[in-house]
């Protein structure tokens, strides 16, 4: 492992039923807290399943430091001290924001190897920190005419915060500053955000054919990602509650108007205006049932991997309504017609395949979104409402990843547009792969804890909250029950998946 990691011990979020909050009845500082790399093991995980998303995550990793790097985006050419990124809008910013992130991942828990990738370890981590450094450069916060303060920004902001975060240590006082700056720029754009729905209170639909759960979601992650590097900032309370608001809004349900569970000193019903899902748990987008979509849950889980490193209990609201979204794909069957043939579930029993039930318009080789899901689904054990549980789905949808990326020597793993035909595909797997990572990574290493408290005053004394702890995934001797599976001779688009042995 790189030193900053090598030097982890034996870390415990807890060591009984409850914690020490790390907020006080003053802001101490508006500076960020690095992760305490020392307070963890060593320790990764070498289970099956673990070892395929290790490689999926190193592969991705080839692809940005080579191909990607060099042809596709042509910073090799560049000399500046900061990369041009060529403009301030999605294609400019997501891209390289979201690469940034696998690469950053692969460098700070020990995935990277050189000898796979064939570039060295010194060299991937120079990269690493100039697209880091030159993303929250661009930032508007440190450069007038910058990026940012725009509708998916915080989004941007997101990847290359939390990469940065990852590789803290190695970034110089100064380009640490722009991080700081950036981050928390994007973060007070959200104190008197009015949150979006779906529908209203009444049941009227306001945005016809576009759930704003994935927006709200991804909102709430960067605020994530600003409390845990900045807990002691003098925004922390607001920041915390608009995380709250809009994790839960993001998955709120029409019954929700009128659910009475308390979650962080607030019923349910008085957290919320309106609804984001339907009752199943399905999420409608782009004009309909759209599946990719409901991996919104995934942007509040990854709550658990922003507090877990932060040595911080996890927001219940981080997992409201997940077991539900989560079991849908498995035990929500759609009849045809009037839904696209053959009909059935979106999860298909003993298959990689996914069901699009109206459609889908981004193609139907995706299977990374809902790989993260089967892991956020095991570790956070939020996978009981199904008949068959993350652990069972995992490698399916992990193995077929693997499977495209072992047809290109240099890592990628898309081929044709139909495969997918977003323009970030391939940055989009490489920040996937950095959450399932992660998350099996603090799964070992960490005992998360999950909090249902108040984030409404400051404390003048640290007092106990309690909290309760997620078990730890028992990964077995043995190997995975599904065997490894391998691409069929010809990959195309009239292969069935679900034709695998």
């Not at 989009?428 to 099996?440: F, L, R, V």
Request: charged share 25%; hydrophobic share 35%; glycine share 6%.
């Amino acid at each position: 492992m790189k030193e900053y990691v090598r030097r982890k011990l034996l870390f415990s979020l807890l060591i009984t039923t409850f914690i020490l909050p790390a907020y006080h009845v003053k802001a101490e500082s508006n500076t960020i807290k690095p992760i305490e790399w020392d307070s963890f093991s060593s320790i990764n995980p070498m289970d099956d399943d673990s070892v395929r998303i290790k490689k999926i995550l190193l592969n991705s990793t080839q692809y940005g430091l080579t191909t990607w790097w060099n042809e596709e985006m042509e910073f090799v050419s560049q000399k500046g001290q900061y990369l041009d990124m060529g403009g301030t809008g999605e294609n400019a910013i997501r891209r390289p924001a979201a690469m940034s992130l696998g690469i950053a991942a692969s460098l700070a828990f020990d995935v990277y190897d050189s000898s796979e990738t064939g570039v060295s370890e010194f060299g991937a981590e120079l990269k690493a920190e100039k697209l880091i450094s030159s993303l929250a450069y661009r930032h508007k916060s440190n450069s007038p005419d910058g990026w940012g303060d725009a509708w998916q920004s915080a989004h941007w902001a997101y990847f290359a915060g939390f990469a940065g975060w990852l590789l803290w240590e190695d970034l110089s006082s100064q380009d640490q500053e722009y991080i700081k700056e950036m981050v928390e720029y994007e973060a007070d754009r959200f104190l008197d955000y009015e949150v979006t729905y779906w529908k209203d209170e009444s049941g009227r639909i306001i945005f016809e054919g576009d759930t704003k759960a994935e927006e709200n979601a991804w909102n709430a992650q960067l605020l994530q990602l600003a409390t845990a590097m900045m807990p002691n900032h003098e925004n922390y309370l607001e920041w915390m509650n608009k995380n709250i608001e809009l994790m839960i809004s993001s998955a709120a349900v029409p019954s929700d108007l009128e659910n009475d569970e308390l979650l962080h000193g607030r019923q349910v019903k008085d957290w919320i205006s309106g609804s984001n899902i339907n009752e199943d748990g399905t999420a409608i987008n782009h004009g309909f049932l759209h599946p990719d979509y409901m991996e919104f849950i995934a942007f509040n889980n990854t709550s658990g991997l922003h507090y877990a490193l932060a040595g911080l209990t996890i927001p219940k609201a981080a997992f409201h309504h997940s077991d539900l979204v989560y079991s849908s794909l498995s035990q929500v069957s759609f009849e045809s017609p009037p839904y696209e043939s053959p009909g059935g579930t979106i999860y298909r029993e003993g298959s990689s395949d996914i069901y699009y039930p109206e459609g889908n318009d981004w193609g139907t080789s995706r299977r990374m979104q809902f790989a993260v899901l089967d892991i956020f689904a095991d570790v956070f054990h939020y996978g009981d409402m199904a008949e068959r549980n993350g652990g069972y789905w995992e490698p399916f949808h992990a193995e077929m990843v693997l499977a495209m990326q072992k047809r290109h020597e240099d890592g990628r793993t898309y081929d044709e547009r139909w495969e997918d035909t977003y323009s970030g595909r391939e940055e989009w797997i490489a920040h996937h792969a950095a959450w399932a990572w992660i998350a099996k990574w603090v799964d070992v290493n960490a005992e998360l804890c999950i909090s249902n408290s108040s984030y409404s005053v400051m404390y003048e004394e640290t007092e106990e909250m309690r909290c309760t702890k997620v078990p730890k995934t028992i990964f077995p001797d043995a190997s995975p029950p599904h065997s490894p599976r391998t691409l069929p001779s010809l990959f195309d688009k009239t292969f069935i998946w679900n034709n695998l042995p």
